[in-house]
């Protein structure tokens, strides 16, 4: 049973910086692909950011530079930094992971596994 844990999530202030992690049952490498995504209230759930084929890393356009994905394979853990933040990133912030290659790694259908979510909140 492949288990996702996320941590880490609060409340700062615009400007501030958040690292969120995520605990895996297996290690990150064991999946062919692992994100973070994030659900704000009324809206759909977005992809953040996908990491996969053991290198890429993809950035949804509003976190480049703000953002930054690591991965920890020997603890079995993956981050995901985030700097300079905005109101407008508030949202329950999800990490997901595939065992088969199928979407583009944006899209929610593309994963198999999610954890519980995290709950980020920046205010102005």
């Known amino acids: 049973q492949v288990q996702l844990v996320e941590s880490g999530g609060g409340s700062v202030q615009a400007g501030g910086s958040l690292r969120l992690s995520c605990a895996t049952s297996e290690s990150p490498n064991d999946f062919i692909r692992i994100a973070w995504f994030r659900q704000a209230p009324g809206k759909q759930r977005e992809g953040v950011v996908g990491?996969?084929?053991?290198?890429?890393?993809d950035y949804d356009d509003s976190v480049k530079g703000r953002f930054t994905f690591s991965r920890d394979n020997g603890n079995k853990v993956v981050y995901l930094q985030m700097d300079s933040l905005k109101p407008e990133d508030t949202a329950m912030y999800y990490c997901a992971a595939a065992s088969r290659f199928r979407d583009t790694w944006d899209r929610a259908s593309a994963y198999d596994y999610w954890g519980q979510g995290t709950q980020v909140t920046v205010s102005s």
């Open positions: 990491f996969y084929l053991g290198r890429v890393t």
